[in-house]
């Protein structure tokens, strides 16, 4: 495939204890400086939390472990459709494009610890906890990034005609 400039999908190992190749990806997202152990105690501390909440919970639709809220959190977050900036005319316009799978889960990931970090006062792993059982249940700053670029979509609808 054109573009591809390494073999990252291919060398992905999947995480220790999960043995997840989407969690794995994501535990490299969360690594600063090559702290790759670091990144893996955060996440499994998070879904820890995740799980002790879970137990807790008298939810009959309940998800059954803190992987699944995991998955369920990356779903929500997903943007299908974003804006990019076109010039055309001397005029710059929002047109909004349909995004591909692989972006989809990166923005996903990029808006999920972004959010987690931008909360100040408390360790990351709850944090990320807390943001992954909103985004889960459809709330929280990542959800509200992601209703935000569909919004900002929707908005620039007329400038469609423009996309390739």
């Not at 043995?19 to 499994?44: E, H, P, S």
Request: proline share 4%; hydrophobic share 40%; aromatic share 6%.
């Amino acid at each position: 495939m054109a573009g591809r400039i390494t073999k990252s999908e291919e060398q992905l190992r999947p995480d220790p204890v999960y043995n997840d190749l989407i969690l794995a990806k994501f535990i490299n997202c969360i690594m600063y400086d090559g702290k790759k152990t670091r990144a893996q105690r955060v996440m499994y501390d998070a879904l820890k939390k995740i799980d002790e909440r879970l137990a807790k919970s008298d939810a009959e639709d309940k998800p059954e472990n803190g992987l699944a809220v995991f998955h369920m959190a990356v779903e929500n977050v997903k943007p299908y459709v974003e804006v990019r900036s076109k010039r055309i005319g001397g005029a710059n316009y929002q047109v909004p494009i349909q995004v591909n799978r692989k972006r989809q889960q990166s923005l996903a990931f990029r808006w999920l610890i972004s959010a987690a970090r931008s909360e100040k006062g408390r360790p990351m792993a709850d944090k990320l906890a807390d943001e992954l059982i909103a985004a889960a249940k459809g709330e929280g700053k990542a959800m509200s990034t992601r209703d935000q670029t569909h919004r900002m979509a929707e908005a620039n609808k007329a400038f469609a005609h423009f996309a390739r």
